[in-house]
Nanobody, 125 residues
């Protein structure tokens, strides 16, 4: 049973930072791709960043230079460091797990992933 649980969301002021975490359990495959997405009501889920089992990362142009994806394999945890937050970053943020590796320079779309967390809300004012 694969489970992903996000944490670290909250309400911050513009210009501040947040670090989201996603604890992954039950994912037994040796190769993988993990990703972060965000969604606002009425819009499609937007891919933000991905990291695969070879350590390759990709970040969407919309957040490049401000958001960084990383992982701690010893703790089965995925991170999204978000700096210089803007009001337009307000959204529900999700992590996802899928097959790897992923060698593209852009993060995979939502349909690539088979497992999702319930999300964590980020509000920037």
């Amino acid at each position: 049973h694969v489970q992903l649980v996000e944490s670290g969301g909250g309400s911050v002021q513009a210009g501040e930072s947040l670090r989201l975490s996603c604890v992954v359990s039950g994912y037994r495959y040796s190769t993988y791709c993990m990703g972060w997405f965000r969604q606002v009501p009425g819009n499609e889920r937007e891919p933000l960043a991905s990291i695969d089992s070879d350590g390759r990362t990709s970040v969407a142009d919309s957040v490049k230079g401000r958001f960084t994806i990383s992982e701690d394999n010893t703790k089965n945890t995925l991170f999204l460091q978000m700096n210089s937050l803007k009001p337009e970053d307000t959204a529900m943020y999700y992590c996802a797990a899928g097959p790897g590796p992923h060698a593209e320079t852009t993060p995979p779309p939502g349909a690539y992933y088979g497992y999702w967390g319930p999300g964590t809300q980020v509000t920037v004012s």
